[in-house]
């Protein structure tokens, strides 16, 4: 069967917080031959269709989480942000290209020091890097926003990607700065 999916119910023994609720519903799909590009198209197209059918329109405001009004645009095409390049241009910093490199997690650990971005042990590189996003990334996803691209250290299961070194072919869709959609070109290479 060339595309598989299932809607279903998941239950994680996991907390509960703003953003994550241990019960929820899924749709989870394998599409073969297919990458993220494909399910990226997929999932602007379907979401955007969706929205268009209910609301009459893809713009309409909501309640932000200061009890401000805020306006979510879903007119394609939406926003692609390459995760490690707008990390560097937001921060205004270089970082190592050797994410794997254990001075790579010092560099990482000091920076989020200097700004103040709190992260629990265990302080690996790529915990580090995921507070660094969620503070001074995800806030500015407020219209539907991919985020592309994740280092390998962070996507054990993605396809390394193609043309850029040491990243994944992984995407999140953020949309009013919470993460609804995870999708990866799946990592094929019994090798690796």
């Known amino acids: 069967m060339n595309k598989v999916f299932e809607i279903g119910k998941n239950f994680r023994n996991e907390q509960i917080d703003l953003t994550h609720n241990p019960e929820f519903t899924a749709l989870e799909l394998y599409w073969a031959f297919a990458d993220y590009n494909d399910l990226l198209t997929m999932t602007e197209q379907l979401l955007s269709k969706i929205v268009l059918a209910i609301k009459g329109s893809y713009k309409f405001k909501i309640?932000?989480?200061?009890?401000?009004?805020?306006?979510i645009d879903f007119t394609p095409p939406w926003r692609k942000v390459s995760m490690m390049e707008e990390l560097e241009?937001?921060?205004?910093?270089k970082f190592p290209e050797d994410l794997e490199a254990p001075e790579t997690r010092e560099f990482f650990d000091k920076l989020c020091a200097e700004l103040k971005v709190g992260c629990s042990n265990p302080r690996s590189t790529s915990r580090l890097i995921d507070k660094l996003v969620g503070e001074f990334i995800e806030p500015s996803c407020i219209s539907p926003t991919f985020l592309?691209?994740?280092?390998q250290l962070m996507c054990p299961?993605?396809?390394?990607?193609?043309?850029k070194k040491g990243m994944t072919e992984r995407f999140e869709l953020f949309i009013n700065k919470?993460?609804?959609?995870?999708?990866y070109t799946e990592l094929n290479d019994p090798f690796v």
């Open 178 to 183: 919470k993460e609804f959609v995870n999708a």
């Open 148 to 151: 592309m691209d994740h280092p």
């Open 63 to 71: 309640n932000g989480d200061k009890n401000e009004e805020i306006e």
């Open 157 to 163: 299961l993605a396809k390394y990607h193609r043309s």
């Open 89 to 93: 241009k937001v921060l205004n910093r």
